[in-house]
């Protein structure tokens, strides 16, 4: 058990996670980061980012994550690879239970994060980064001309194929239901897209492959029809699942499980803070993320302050 008393404690060791870490040892604050798994978060699932600003010939997701890492360990972060198991948020010193013992701190910033929702079809975690996708907006690019499906019927799925109609030669929505839940905003301009075209009551059956995805076999759930369709590129936009459920209870969540924070990132308990994909927010993305992580380190310091 540790008798230490730490300034922060990051949940998370993603570019939210690491980004707090570096701004806040900048600040001289005592920051311990937990993280169950190795630095970077999702995207360490991704073997190519382009859109992450100063890297001109895009890197690697483990690549980022490690410098990130490394960023803000050089400025005496530390990072324990352990797993959450219970936090007390309430408690003076907030209380962090893992499976290597107790932690206490001033401020938590929670970084868990939002694992995409998975179809659940055979060789999916094989074929991911061989043509699987679960973000249009990050590797959209990598198809340009190409054929690719968007699977999903709500605001997400209907994003990522507006955005994909724009940059590929062809683009198949499958949707299981026989109309799409995303907001009308969306509708029009989907379908006047020449060159996207419904596969309505369709689900995802079969991934076809070699070394990466070459298709996919639908079936049509009212007729029971199969269908094989040729492609380049298949974008999983189901939805996601939010780290949340250790913090139910205490933290408010939206009706989908996210925390509710602002563009502040505090939560309804003070000197807790919620950053990158875990809270409420219009755009996830790894700049969001690290954006994030900066504004909970300026209102963990503002917090300490006022309260020593």
Not at 31 to 36: D, F, P
């Amino acid at each position: 058990m540790s008798e230490k008393i730490y300034d922060v404690i990051v949940i998370g060791g993603g570019p939210a996670g690491y980004t707090a870490a570096l701004y806040t040892t900048r600040a001289g604050l005592d920051t311990l980061v937990l993280e169950k798994f190795s630095a970077g978060g999702q995207m360490t699932q991704t073997s190519t980012i382009d859109n992450y600003p100063g890297f001109e010939e895009g890197i690697d997701g483990f690549s980022l994550g490690f410098k990130m890492q490394q960023g803000a360990e050089r400025f005496g972060a530390v990072t324990m690879q352990t797993e959450v198991i219970a936090a007390d948020l309430n408690a003076t010193p907030k209380k962090i239970t893992t499976d290597s013992g107790e932690f206490f701190a001033k401020t938590v910033i929670i970084a868990t994060g939002a694992d995409h929702k998975h179809l659940g079809v055979e060789k999916e975690e094989m074929l991911l980064g061989r043509g699987v996708g679960y973000c249009a907006a990050c590797d959209g690019m990598l198809f340009k001309g190409k054929t690719v499906a968007v699977v999903g019927g709500g605001n997400s799925a209907a994003a990522d194929a507006l955005l994909l109609s724009k940059i590929c030669a062809k683009v198949y929505v499958i949707v299981r239901r026989n109309v799409m839940r995303a907001t009308k905003i969306y509708h029009e301009p989907l379908m006047k897209a020449e060159n996207v075209e419904f596969k309505w009551n369709c689900e995802v059956k079969e991934l076809l492959h070699g070394m990466k995805i070459s298709g996919v076999r639908i079936e049509n759930n009212k007729s029971g029809e199969s269908e094989e369709i040729t492609l380049d590129g298949l974008f999983i936009s189901i939805g996601r699942s939010p780290a949340t459920a250790l913090f139910e209870g205490q933290l408010t969540l939206d009706a989908s499980g996210y925390i509710v924070a602002d563009e502040s990132t505090r939560t309804n308990i003070p000197g807790v803070f919620a950053v990158g994909d875990v809270r409420t927010k219009v755009l996830r993305q790894i700049v969001t993320a690290a954006a994030d992580g900066a504004v909970a380190s300026h209102y963990a310091e503002q917090y300490i302050a006022e309260n020593e």
